[in-house]
T-cell receptor
Framework: RKEVEQDPGPFNVPEGATVAFNCTYS??????FFWYRQDCRKEPKLLMS???SGNEDGRFTAQLNRASQYISLLIRDSKLSDSATYLC???????????FGTGTRLKVLA | EPEVTQTPSHQVTQMGQEVILRCVPI?????FYWYRQILGQKVEFLVS????????KSEIFDDQFSVERPDGSNFTLKIRSTKLEDSAMYFC????????????FGPGTRLTVL
């Protein structure tokens, strides 16, 4: 099993749609979780941290399910500018090594 | 807003040459990282650095690689004898404290080995 696994997509959705991405991780001792956004040939930019209680930032909602070892990201009312690759990032337990998933590519269509 | 900077933005080199990639992390940050991303592939951890020494390194980070923080602001990645397969985007990142804080990335250096 890969350390951090994501569906690579692409997810092609119309503007205004709601889209959800999942990510699974293999190390049950992992302690911190993040979603990053990466535009083509640019650096990853932090979208949001993921907390056990779940958290929301505008149109974005992140959830963590420790029992099943997965993280989700929900984007509501998709905009054209949301088109990017969304990276799931996990910080392993007892380590400062951040593990990246392959990313899920989202394309929002007009 | 403070940011991580990297130079050069693009480096072209001949196979077998040494390259040094430079990063200036955010000034009050304590942990520093180098990552590699081969075109079309995922971001791969290379090395983490704290308190002037390597905290952790991946299997990619072999004897050809080294890191240094020579003057309290710069953080460098040296590749001693570049190979074709070293061609990639190299990202530097930093965090303010260990463990749970979010990483902030520099814009990257695109390394092309001919």
């Amino acid at each position: 099993r890969k350390e951090v696994e994501q569906d690579p997509g692409p997810f092609n959705v119309p503007e205004g749609a709601t889209v959800a991405f999942n990510c699974t991780y293999s190390n049950s001792a992992s302690q911190s979780f993040f979603w990053y956004r990466q535009d083509c040939r640019k650096e990853p930019k932090l979208l949001m941290s993921v907390y056990s209680s779940g958290n929301e930032d505008g149109r974005f909602t992140a959830q963590l399910n420790r029992a099943s070892q997965y993280i989700s990201l929900l984007i509501r009312d998709s905009k054209l500018s949301d088109s990017a690759t969304y990276l799931c990032v996990v910080l392993g337990g007892g380590t400062y090594k951040y593990i990246f998933g392959t990313g899920t590519r989202l394309k929002v269509l007009a | 807003e403070p940011e991580v900077t990297q130079t050069p933005s693009h480096q072209v080199t001949q196979m077998g040459q040494e390259v040094i990639l430079r990063c200036v992390p955010i000034s009050n940050h304590l942990y520093f990282y180098w990552y590699r991303q081969i075109l079309g592939q995922k971001v791969e951890f290379l090395v983490s650095f704290y308190n002037n020494e390597i905290s952790e390194k991946s299997e990619i980070f072999d004897d050809q690689f080294s890191v240094e923080r020579p003057d309290g602001s710069n953080f460098t990645l040296k590749i001693r004898s570049t190979k074709l397969e070293d061609s990639a985007m190299y990202f530097c990142a930093s965090i303010s404290a260990g463990g749970v804080n979010e990483q902030f990335f520099g814009p990257g250096t695109r390394l092309t080995v001919l």
